[in-house]
């Protein structure tokens, strides 16, 4: 069994719009959408792997986020810890710069079953706060 500790941004905008990239084709959870963010590197901190990733991923510098919830979540073939935080200051428009497609949403009209299962508390806490 693996087991994975990631770190994921949820990035809204003033208008209460979150930005969405799409998982590719080969990747675990393939096509799903979700939140940019990624593995943490060995000796980073969640904190330090979100601001990485963020900008490999979506081409922004966080410049402030908060920890909304941490989720434990079992797959067939790898456990993952997740650390979500709500992205709401940045430099740069993010985009898919790794090529995935990318989309806002507006909170109120996200879909749980876009996502990965391991999303699922996190949406309906989102819609719950629209
Ligand atoms: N980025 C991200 N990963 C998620 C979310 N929900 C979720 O279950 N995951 C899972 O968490 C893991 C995150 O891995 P990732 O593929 O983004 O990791 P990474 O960017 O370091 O990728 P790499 O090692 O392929 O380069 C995957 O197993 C993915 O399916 C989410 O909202 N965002
Ligand atoms: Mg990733």
């Known amino acids: 069994m693996k ?39 060995s000796g980073e901190t969640a904190e330090q792997a979100l601001k ?34 709500i992205v709401e200051e940045w430099l740069g428009e993010p985009y898919g710069r790794e090529g995935q497609p990318q989309r806002w949403v507006a909170q109120s009209e996200l879909v749980a079953e876009e996502f990965p299962p391991a999303n699922a508390e996190v949406i309906a806490r989102l819609k719950a706060s629209a």
């Open 3 to 41: 087991y994975l500790h990631i770190a994921v941004g949820i990035i809204r905008d003033a208008q209460q719009r979150i930005f969405l990239t799409q998982r590719s084709a080969d990747s675990h959870m393939a096509n799903k959408w979700e939140f940019a963010g990624g593995k943490l590197e």
């Open 52 to 85: 990485r990733e963020l900008n490999e991923e979506v081409g922004i510098d966080a410049i402030s986020f908060l920890p909304f919830m941490t989720i434990e979540h079992q797959f067939d073939d790898r456990h993952v810890t997740i650390d979500f935080f």
